[in-house]
């Protein structure tokens, strides 16, 4: 903790929902976490939205930054370190989920015979509908984790939920999709 304890104050004010606390910790160090994040991510877009998350995290749950274990600006920094690093990953996972998409998508056309276009066709139409039987709960954490690419926890945080539940949701919306697949035939159980 600092000597002078002004990070503990700028928590307790934060705590106290005074935006004027915000404005004050954004002015002092949303510089620093945009260049960590851009050093990181290479993209001036990503660096500009995980500043932005970072400062709406802190505002929205100040309790969650603890002044007896360091500094506040150590802490964003920590919390822009491990955003921009979920980007960087999901920015990965795309690139190669894009290339074997685009590979799958070349090769379609080209099926030793009709009837193997038809079976690939009708799975991805069955997944699909799967995905949108989902109960309205599980289709929104489906949509965040597979569609968007965000973690558990940006999934707990877009949808206001503990962390456990986000996972919870996922896995039983995998579960319910996989029953429906084995249901059509397309997933052995």
Known sequence: MPPDGSDARLRERLVAGDGDALAEAYDRWSGLIHTLALRITDDAAAAEDITQDVFVGLWQRPGAYDPERGALRTWLCMLARSRALDWTRRREARARYHAVAGA?????????????????????????????ALPDLQRQAVHLAYYRGHTYRQVALELNIPEGTAKSRLRLALANIADRLAAEGILER
Not at 113 to 125: C, N, Y
């Open 104 to 132: 799958s998508a070349a090769a379609a056309p080209a099926y030793a015979d009709i009837d193997e276009a038809v079976i690939w066709h009708t799975e991805t139409k069955v997944v699909r509908e799967a995905v949108r």
